[in-house]
């Protein structure tokens, strides 16, 4: 990614540079061209005009007008000039001139052979010792002198195109510079940014299905910090669900185990010749498969509590769900069925979902009070949550109890011999956060206890 950008960073430089720099040297070569252009220019307006200062009147001889001419132009610092008569040097510059021309045989004797030929157009030309020149040449002619001039005006065009090139080598080091700068701060910033993507692989690398401990340190508040805080919460997730179906599978095997050992001895014990003996163990297998089927269909419950489409939600009256679940659960027992409070007002729950929570707390109520006991139900509905509750005056839950009622083969009391597979009020947890609540309960040992549901106010 780094040597990408720094690619294109450096691509667009280099075609920036370049295209500036031939812009500025097509610049200067318009710029020689029109220095040119005056020169020929002031040079024919002297010829029209010029008066000899010695004679007072017109040039009589075109080797004196080409020394006034010389003696009154100074050159431009990458100009050269030079007069010939007759195709040989006849006068030059003073002495200060950066571009000596008569110095260079070679454009010497290129200009000589053009004798009276006009070349007003600028041409360029190479030479060794000047390199490359753009230059004119103006035939010169007095009346009555029969010799031939020639003035010749020329620049240096490399001498002119120096401070261009000298320009761009700065500009082109400071572009190195520049990429290596940016190059430095980009590894720096690159690796800081994507320093999670590398602890995420290596912490996905880490983890196995015994190990889902390793997280990723996170800093900052970026893009990638967010994905590793996302990695991370998916990791809680895994170990809780993880954790959970290792205790699940714990406990199941656990008490599974009871109910296979009491089938198998019993069947090994059996005497297959006595009637009565095998009617007993019979009935004894059967109730013990009932059992170990009721309990596979809770843990398989437990297990579609986590799926999205566990419950659907739809309009329910909360006064009327009260109702109906007293209504059902009057035939479990011989107790004193009540209504402790009735909410009017219509929320969104599964209806069926709550009506099995409710009727699964009224039968482990059932479980732990005698006739005559009171077991009541009841519904509220406050700015903050719906509360479904469950009330009885039974024996109560000891204090030790109350922190794990709610876990998976959990049993308060086991020695009072009250059957059940203990997965009864973890289903009444699970149907509660599936619809995004809680469950709670209240309860001291010989003053019963009180089950509530505390769900979101979702009114309909």
Do not use: C
């Amino acid at each position: 990614m780094l040597a990408a950008v720094l690619g294109v960073a450096a691509v667009g430089m280099l075609v920036a540079g370049v295209t500036s720099y031939l812009v500025q040297r097509e610049r200067v070569d318009a710029r020689i061209d029109e220095n040119l252009a005056q020169e020929v220019e002031e040079f024919r307006e002297f010829a029209d005009n010029g008066i000899d200062p010695e004679a007072g009147g017109p040039f009589t001889t075109v080797d004196r007008f080409l020394e006034v001419v010389l003696t009154r132009n100074v050159p431009d610092r990458d100009e050269g000039l030079l007069a010939l008569v007759d195709g040989a040097i006849a006068w030059e510059p003073a002495s200060g001139v950066n571009v000596r021309l008569e110095d260079d045989e070679e454009f010497v004797e290129l200009v000589s052979g053009l004798g009276g030929t006009t070349q007003v157009r600028p041409r360029s030309v190479e030479t060794e010792t000047l390199g490359q020149l753009r230059y004119v040449t103006v035939p010169v002619s007095v009346p009555g002198d029969p010799a031939q001039g020639l003035y010749v005006i020329a620049y240096a065009r490399e001498m002119e195109q120096a401070e261009v090139v000298d320009a761009y080598q700065t500009f082109a080091i400071v572009g190195l510079a520049s990429l290596a700068m940016v190059g430095a701060v980009g590894w720096l910033v690159a690796g800081r940014l994507l320093r999670p993507i590398r602890l995420l692989r290596e912490t996905a690398q880490r983890i196995s299905d015994t190990d889902l401990s390793g997280r990723i340190p996170v800093t900052g508040t970026d893009d990638i910090s967010a994905l590793a805080h996302t990695f991370n919460d998916m990791l809680d997730r895994l170990e809780i669900a993880f954790a959970g179906q290792r205790d699940a599978l714990d406990d199941a095997g656990h008490e599974l185990r009871t109910p296979i050992t009491i089938i198998r001895g019993h069947l090994e014990l059996m005497d297959s010749a006595d009637p009565a003996d095998v009617e007993e163990v019979r009935a004894l297998v059967v109730d013990e498969l009932d059992r170990m089927r009721r309990m596979v269909d809770d843990l398989v419950m437990l297990a579609k509590a986590k799926r999205p489409d566990f419950v659907n939600r739809r309009p329910v009256e909360l006064d009327r769900l009260v109702d109906e679940v007293l209504d059902k659960a009057r035939a479990l027992a011989d107790r004193q069925w009540r209504v402790d409070a009735r909410a009017s007002a219509t929320v969104l729950l599964d209806q069926q979902r709550i009506t099995q929570a409710l009727l699964q707390l009224i039968s482990n109520a059932v479980k732990f009070t005698a006739p005559g006991d009171v077991i009541a139900v009841g519904s509220q509905l406050t700015g903050a949550e719906v509360r479904l509750w469950v009330r009885d005056t039974g024996a109560g839950i000891a204090a030790d109890d109350l922190d794990r009622i709610f876990d998976r083969f959990a049993r308060a009391d086991v020695g009072r011999g009250v059957e059940g597979s203990g997965l009864g009020l973890a289903i009444v947890s699970a149907i509660a956060e599936a619809h995004h609540g809680t469950v709670t309960v209240d309860s001291r040992p010989g003053d019963g206890a009180i089950f509530t549901m505390a769900l979101p106010p979702e009114e309909a």
